[in-house]
């Protein structure tokens, strides 16, 4: 899209994203110069993916704490941005 077409509508477009997960390629004469896309997030902790269930499902067991440190300890590493900063 253009960068005229992504000022005029750029809440419609954080709102896909967000929403919808999609990406647009903005360009300026025709040529790319951005990505806007949906933030990978990082990792979880175990402690806030129990607290999160928590909230939306209601107490866990120990066996379930125990699951999820298990599943968090043992995932590959994240990838990390290729943005500087």
């Known amino acids: ?7 005029r509508s750029l809440s419609k477009i954080i ?13 300026r004469r025709g040529e790319p110069v951005c990505k806007i896309a949906p933030v990978e ?19 866990v067991d120990a066996g379930f704490r125990k699951d ?8 590959p590493p994240a990838r990390m941005s290729e943005w500087p900063r």
């Open 1 to 7: 899209m253009s960068q005229t077409e992504a000022q």
């Open 68 to 75: 999820v440190e298990w599943v968090i300890a043992n995932q």
């Open 41 to 59: 997030k990082g990792p979880v902790s175990g402690a806030e993916l129990v607290r999160l269930f928590e909230r939306h499902r209601g107490k």
């Open 15 to 27: 709102a896909r994203v967000r929403f919808g997960g999609d990406e647009f390629i903005v360009e």
